[in-house]
Each structure stands twice: as structure tokens, then as C-alpha cells.
């Protein structure tokens, strides 16, 4: 297994995180940015291929310059290189953007044999970019991937899990896999580790550096097809409680009631 490229993505902590309504997004400034917890679990995934197999693993993020900690942190991790696309032409970006932009990187970066994506990211939660980066580049695709059981440099072998039934599937490569939290524990970095990753390079791409293989139409809002109108926030309820007081007879049958009129109980015959 030669190459294989992890695409990450920065999020703020969703349990601080404030949203901007009236503007229909996410303020990313009112929380500290980390990997995509299940782009830890693709991570994981592709350092374990390459510590049973050999090659090297390179990750790749879209975001602004804040996003280079979380490069850093996937090689600490066990990442061999990190590339950091950073640019205001990819601001504003939808999932067919972000994807359009992170495959073009990818064909700038030359040969690879697998591509192992998170199944979705904590504050998007759509799924779409790991398949939409496979229809870019044309290569096969396997999705909710939940195990990996055999490798070589042609094929892959994964257990994709699909509602309730399980699926054996072999791909050749390349490939682009995305993978749920299941595939494993991802490892924590070791104090050594992110001592090196704070030494290392991390190469930073503009607009400009994927040029010769990206149509600058198709990146960030300009390229972008989705519009979003509104955020609405769902309020959270607490657990709610009745007391029915009364003697036995007169207490089961307002319960009784109670759960009639919620549609829990069948209507009387």
C-alpha cells in the first residue's frame, strides 16, 4: 500500500459551539477547532494499513489557517505529511465544492491507492463528501465501512454495514473508503509525537497551487449550487412528569387517560 491520503476537516467543539441564525451558519470563532472525531476513526484506519503493509500516509484539510493545528494533530497521530488548503476562494464552499476542491488537491498530489474518509463530520452531517471526492477522481467507492479485513496492493476487502445487514465487499484500487466510528479506538499521541508534528512542515496550497487541475468556478461560494436559508435550533425538553393523585381505581384510570390521549394505548372496544 504505496500512498494513502486521509482527508480531515477542522470543527469547533459542538458542545460550545454557538450558532449565527440570522446568518444561517455555525460561528466557528466561539470554539476551539479539532479534527472531525470520525476523520480520527479514517486516520486510524489508514496508519493501521500502512503499519501492516508499508507506504505512507498523507492528510489533507480545506480551512482557514487556524485548521493547520489540526494537520499538526494528524501527524502526531501517525500521518507522514500534511497539506493545508487555505485560501478565501474556497470560503463559502457547499459539500459539492468542498469535494470538487479536495479532489483536485488530491490529483495534484499524483499517485495514491487508497482514500479513507470519515463518514461524515460533526457539524455538517451530510455523508456526501467522501463519495462525491470518489465520482470527482472516478475511482469505486464503499461507504460506512465498519471493518477491513484483508489488503494488498490491488484490492481491498471491507465489511460495510448497511441498516440492518452486513455486506462483504472487494474493491479494486484505487479506492476511496468512508468508515464509521466501529472501525476502531483511534491511538492518542504520545507527548514525543506532538513535539515532532510542532517541528514539522506543513505545506499550505492557495487557489493558485491547484490551478493547473482546478476550475476556479467550481470553488467556494461561486461554485457552490446549495443555498441555505434558514438554521432553526431545536429547543431541548427536559423529561416531563404528572402526578395523579386519588385512590387506586380513580389513579389508574386517569393514567390510563393519560396515555389514551398519547396515542399509547389502543382505543376501547
Not at 501492516?52 to 482557514?64: A, E, F, N, Q, R
Request: glycine residues 8%; charged residues 25%.
Amino acid at each position: 500500500m504505496a500512498h494513502i491520503i486521509v482527508p480531515i476537516k477542522q470543527v469547533p467543539d459542538m458542545e460550545r459551539v454557538k450558532f449565527d441564525t440570522e446568518a444561517g451558519r455555525i460561528d466557528r470563532s466561539s470554539a476551539s477547532g479539532e479534527i472531525n472525531p470520525f476523520d480520527l476513526n479514517a486516520l486510524e484506519a489508514a496508519v493501521q494499513l500502512k503499519e501492516k503493509l508499508g507506504g505512507t500516509v498523507t492528510t489533507i484539510s480545506m480551512g482557514p489557517a487556524q485548521a493547520e493545528s489540526s494537520v499538526r494533530d494528524s501527524l502526531a497521530r501517525g500521518a507522514d505529511r500534511g497539506v493545508l488548503l487555505a485560501d478565501k476562494a474556497f470560503a463559502g464552499a457547499d459539500t459539492w465544492a468542498t469535494s470538487y476542491t479536495l479532489a483536485s488537491a488530491i490529483k495534484k498530489l499524483g499517485d495514491y491507492d487508497l482514500i479513507v474518509c470519515g463518514e461524515k463530520t460533526v457539524d455538517g452531517d451530510t455523508g456526501q463528501v467522501g463519495p462525491e471526492i470518489a465520482e470527482w477522481l472516478n475511482i469505486p467507492h464503499v461507504a460506512y465501512v465498519s471493518a477491513v479485513r484483508d489488503a494488498n496492493d490491488k484490492t481491498i476487502t471491507v465489511t460495510c454495514d448497511m441498516e440492518s445487514a452486513s455486506y462483504g465487499i472487494e474493491s479494486p484500487l484505487p479506492a476511496l473508503l468512508t468508515v464509521t466510528k466501529d472501525i476502531n479506538v483511534p491511538r492518542l499521541p504520545s507527548f514525543a509525537d506532538k513535539m515532532k508534528a510542532r517541528k514539522a512542515e506543513i505545506e499550505k496550497w492557495s487557489a493558485a497551487d491547484i490551478a493547473d487541475v482546478a476550475d476556479p468556478a467550481n470553488l467556494g461560494l461561486k461554485g457552490s449550487p446549495t443555498r441555505l436559508n434558514k438554521v432553526i435550533i431545536p429547543s431541548e425538553e427536559g423529561r416531563k412528569g404528572e402526578m395523579f393523585r386519588g385512590n387506586l381505581d380513580e389513579a389508574t384510570t386517569k393514567v390510563a387517560d393519560a396515555l389514551q390521549s398519547l396515542g399509547l394505548l389502543g382505543s376501547a372496544k
